[in-house]
């Protein structure tokens, strides 16, 4: 059984972050044109989506925040790689 521990300020908002970084990249995924920055934001994203995860380990709600934020970021990653070679 797992224990609720609580999260310090710095783990939420990392958290917070890779969530905002996760959905900001697939929105400009989607609506940009230009494949390359979508790359690029997609896989910064997905660097800072998966630090925040290793950071949040102890916490899950904390956890499941920043995997939300990788996973946009893969979708962003599939849109631009589709744009890029489709």
Known sequence: MQQHTTSSTSTKVACYISLFAGISSAV????????????????AAIIMGGLSDIKARKNIDDMQVATAGVFMAFVALAVTLWQMYN
Do not use: K, S, W
């Open 28 to 43: 400009y995924a989607f609506v940009a044109r230009n494949p390359e920055t979508g790359l690029v934001f997609a896989i």
